[in-house]
């Protein structure tokens, strides 16, 4: 084996290492507590220094900030319908892996959706402002961050007061009836879509009043 040949199985068996180690991490505990706290940073960090620049009036960055969260609130709802359940794949495997164990730590690796959001910001600024940028973006990492919070706190948390109950009733309906609520922080794209899960007495009931 020449030295080239050595330095490339060395390369190779160095990545090999290297995504073992960030695919065992992705499944600890830690690795979804600081994620939660990555998303949260970043998504002050962005809208912090889009406010900061102070070049849009409060009306407009406020428009542009309620774009974004009900952009993400869409992403989210597009991803878990068409890629988490799709037909196979690796989103599809992963995601079968957290019906099967919803208490589980299974995640993205935490630096990734942080570096993901600067990129995508970055790119966006090339087409518009970057005050606008920022403000968009961050209000997508806002999003992301409320997800994984809520996401986890449905799972991992007794919760006690009537709507957080009700709201997280409507994702354990989802692990029961993996085709109907899956949106998570928002109920909205599921009625909009006719995927929100209805009881079967409800319907009866609806019967009977029409």
Known sequence: MNENSERVHFLAHLLDALLAAIARLSTTRANGLAGLVC??????????????????????A??????GLLLFSFI??????????GRGGMLENG??????????????????PPLGMVAL???????????VALLLVGALAIGYAA????HTAIHTDSLKRVLPRRWAAAHHI???H??????????????????RYVSANAVAGARKVG
Do not use: M, Q
């Open 147 to 150: 997800y994984g919070v809520g």
């Open 39 to 60: 998303d949260t940073g970043i998504g002050v960090v962005l809208l912090g220094a889009g406010l900061w620049r102070g070049d849009l009036r409060v009306s407009a």
């Open 95 to 112: 995601h079968s892996k957290h019906h099967e164990n919803p208490a589980g730590y299974d995640a993205l690796p935490f630096f990734l």
């Open 76 to 85: 989210e709802y597009c991803f878990h319908r068409w890629l988490f359940h």
């Open 62 to 67: 406020l428009a542009i900030i309620a774009t």
């Open 174 to 176: 989802h692990h029961h």
């Open 178 to 195: 993996p085709d109907r609520n899956f949106g998570v922080t928002t109920p909205l794209w599921d009625i909009l879509l006719r995927t």
């Open 121 to 131: 910001t970055a790119l966006i600024a090339l087409l518009l402002p970057l005050t």
